[in-house]
């Protein structure tokens, strides 16, 4: 008899055979600058640690306090007995960082995409997404069942005809983008999109994963970036990136954010993230209140790293950010690079991104910049860059 489960070792074939096999690596140190991956020290160009907060000493001290007080798990979905204080003071916290009346915090960014969508659109709705919002998103949308009409990336007047042509067929309508696009490190036109929504008087929600605690004031994110605090209507934010930690936020008016808490089925389905996390995210926040010099730093290194790179005859795409892809085009060739790069004196650990997470033609190595980079490192970064660059034909 044949294996029941013969059908994924041939799965598996096709994708080693087309280059889509991802492997995992395993990593062996905190997440710094610096970090042990496959038993190799090498320079980190891959984590979402924007402002080093991974393994900050705040947050460490008040993730130990917490668990030394309120024990490992809450053992409970937060609508029964999960809802620590802590929880409603981080949620507290949030909402007046970002200036707004009410926020929910969730397992992750993630969740707070399932959890939103779904709890203010369904059958006989409608959802404008823009063409590369994230799996968490689409996801999101699906499991609402409204209908999704998709908008050309970045487009308002696309966004317009597409509103334009849906909306009187429907009940109610929303209008969903990502706020930093994390593959091309681009930003949503939110000021333009805002406006198509009051406009048709569709509810507006944008997820703000790789803003926040990286753009606008102080880290306060992509709403703020474009100064239209108050007039989105939803804000999709992610505890796991800048903040360093763990977690999803959904932030925007109490009514709209009470509503949720009574419909959301991560909330009401899926236990409550524990209190050290929650408590590490509040020493996250308390720095961020504190002062600017994180995300000063961080931008700081992201212009030092991209003029180094575009001087030394690299194409870093069409970054507005501190994600900066680094454009090869081809994906065998982006896939022998980052090798090089890891296996490099030092080592480089940057990943290669091709189809089909970007389209054919556009593949690139993604390099992820930090305030825990020191000016040496990005200086040695430049160098093992450059190095293979040549080795390889891509720079002069
Ligand atoms: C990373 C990301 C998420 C997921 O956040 P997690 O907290 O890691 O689950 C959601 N949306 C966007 C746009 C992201 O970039």
Known sequence: MPDKFDWIAEEMNALQEQGFRSSIRTIGSACGAWMTVDDKEVLNFCTNNYLGLA???ELKKAAKEAIDFWGVGPAAVRSIAGTLELHRELERRLAAFKGV??????????????AAIPSLVGKG?????????????????????????????????????????????YRRAMLI??????????????????????RYGIVSMVDDAHGEGVLGRGGRGIVDHFRLSGSFDLEIGTLSKAFGVMGGVIAGR??????????????????????????????????????????????????????GMQRAGFDTGASVTPITPVMLGDASLCQRFSRRLFDSQPGVFAMPIGFPTVPQGKARIRVMISAAHAREDLDLGLEVFARVGRELGVIG
Request: net charge negative; aromatic share 8%.
């Open 55 to 57: 393994n900050r000493p």
């Open 125 to 169: 709705d409608v959802v404008f997404t823009d063409r590369l919002n994230h799996a968490s998103i689409i996801d999101g949308c699906r499991l609402s069942s409204a209908k999704v009409a998709v908008y050309e990336h970045c487009d308002p007047q696309d966004c317009e005809r597409v509103i334009k042509e849906n909306l009187g067929g």
């Open 177 to 198: 983008t990502d706020g930093v696009f994390s593959m091309d490190g681009d930003l949503a036109p939110l000021d333009r999109l805002q406006q198509l929504c009051e």
């Open 254 to 307: 109490s009514a709209v954010i009470d509503w949720i808490r009574q419909k959301a089925r991560p909330f009401l389905f899926s236990s409550a993230v524990t209190a050290a996390d929650t408590a590490a995210c509040l020493a996250a926040v308390d720095l961020l209140e504190a002062g600017t010099e994180l995300v000063e730093k961080l931008w700081e290194n992201t212009r030092y790293f991209k003029e």
């Open 101 to 114: 009346e009410d926020a929910l915090y969730l397992q992750s960014g993630f969740c707070a995409n399932q």
